[in-house]
């Protein structure tokens, strides 16, 4: 623990700042004080979940029992660009697990997992509500619709190119 805190002190400093700014540091700031605390790390790990519980007077097991409860939340390292496939009925019909696959094979990772370079994250969702689009792979809140296996190397290709022109 001690580690990941002295590595990242300016982050835990930016959170404590933040807490402290609060009119309520307590229970109900917790959501938020997690929404904050995810965008300063970039997820929420042991260490930071500790450090808040602390710092808002609320049991360990609160603070854990919130982050596991909503999926917004990731207790691991997020990849800069989150790959979303689309596992609802409609775009399950229509052949996203074979998109999922292939996301899965070229990547080298399975759903849930990020890449160890932290460029991709792949996950499934149930619905993005856009099934006319069926099936619908979303990177970063851009929207592929009637994506295909054939398609996958392509949307990977556009983002690894992005790095590239940087």
Known sequence: MCDFVSQN?????ELDN?????????????????????GIFGYLPKEVQLHIADKLGVSPSKVYGVVSFYSYFS?????????????GTVCFVKGSDKVMAEFEKQLGIKAGETTEDLKFTLEGLRCVGACGLAPVVVVNGK?????TPDDVSKILDNYRNLELSC
Request: hydrophobic fraction near 45%; include cysteine; charged fraction near 25%.
């Open 9 to 13: 002190q300016k982050l835990f400093d």
């Open 18 to 38: 933040l807490i402290d700014s609060l009119e309520v540091a307590d229970e109900s700031a917790l959501i938020f004080v997690l929404k904050e605390a995810q």
């Open 75 to 87: 207790t691991n390292p997020i990849g800069e660009y989150k790959i979303s496939v689309c596992l």
């Open 143 to 147: 929207v592929y619709g009637q994506a």
